[in-house]
């Protein structure tokens, strides 16, 4: 059986899969700067016989043609990008770049797809249509690299009938995998606001116009938009992590910068909470006699998993796997630019176990220990080759 062949070859190719991925946590490179790990992809297809095409400058795109007779087509997507982190692990593949880091587990997706491809390639007489493997830049920054590669047709030539992603999860443990069928992940707005007054002594606050606490009322009328605007079915949330007032003891600056975030799952709403946000804050600071810059750089959409293909995919799963190793998913309100691909095409975005408890490996996504149960990209690698050979149909 076909399952078996995948479980069997990704056995015989984990070492090897193991190498690349520690390759490439080892030279992280950021957002849109990909270039040697576009190269190290460029060499792995080639030596596997695969030609490619670029997209987005890092970006590379391959064809696997089974041999069998069949239009059906489905992709297989990647992310490349590494993070402006310092590493703070103690281990032989740490990064060599100093302040860049793997820490969001794009070094496993990629090495992964690479692993899948192999496997693809030695069984292409076994299935027929189209696999086509997506490795793509600049996930962790806007515009995001989907986007850009969306635009320059990576859905087309051929146009593949389902998107399939993985992303690393270390709450869930080495083996395992988890789905969510619907909407999964929240869209991501950047806020930067800039409240003016006029500054002066604070000892005569009667001259001035505070900006201080025109910011304070802003930031807590704002958060009616989430609690009494906002749908309380639709989740929704409205965040702050940079106030900078920068006056003194005895100083009332003349401006108060401000950066957050708004996070949301439904595009509707999502268009008219800005539209709520910036005139709330305008208002309220021009009635206090201020003024305020509030300017929202729009980021990725909300992702939504298609539920006739997750429940499919799922269920190849848990045949792979076996089904006490497929979980469900809560909603996730973190943001990831897979979502371009949700929006224009039916796609399925799960989650890859890589937790180890008892060999310490807990650490969270974006964090300077964040690091993998390597024995996960064996699931990794059989389960995508998997997946990809049953939505053809085969």
Known sequence: MIKQQIQELAKNIFNEVVANRRHLHS??????????????????LEDLGLTYIRMADNGLVALIKGEKPSDAVVALRADMDALPIAEANDVPYRSKNTGVMHACGHD????????S??????????FGGTIKLIF???????????????????LENPKPAAVLGQH????????????????????????????????????QPQQ????VIITAHILTALQQVVSRFSDPKSPCVLSFGKVIANGATNVIPNEVY??????????????EAHTKMKKMAEGIAESMGGSCDFNIMKGYPFLVNEPKLTAATRGHAEDYLGKENVLDLDI??????????????????????????????????????????????????GLMAYLAIKQLGN
């Open 27 to 44: 030279h992280p490179e950021l957002s849109f700067h990909e270039v040697e790990t576009s190269a190290f992809v460029a060499k792995k």
């Open 108 to 115: 496993v997706h990629t090495s992964s797809l690479l692993g």
């Open 117 to 126: 491809a192999k496997i693809l390639a030695d069984l292409k007489s076994h």
């Open 136 to 154: 793509q830049p600049a996930e962790e920054r806007l515009p995001g690299g989907a986007s850009i590669m969306i635009k320059e047709g990576v």
């Open 168 to 203: 690393v999860m270390p709450l869930i443990d080495a083996g395992k995998v988890g789905f969510r069928s619907g909407k999964y992940m929240a869209s991501t707005d950047e806020l930067y606001v800039t409240v003016k007054g006029k500054g002066g002594h604070a000892a």
């Open 208 to 211: 001035n116009i505070d900006p």
């Open 258 to 271: 401000l950066e957050g975030t708004f996070r949301a799952m439904d595009e509707k709403w999502r268009e």
């Open 332 to 381: 996730w309100m973190a943001a990831e630019d897979f979502a371009y691909y949700s929006q224009v095409a039916d796609s399925c975005f799960y989650r890859l176990g890589t937790r180890n408890e008892s060999r310490g490996i807990t650490s969270s996504v974006h964090t300077p220990t964040f690091d993998i149960d390597e024995t996960a990209l064996e699931t990794s690698i």
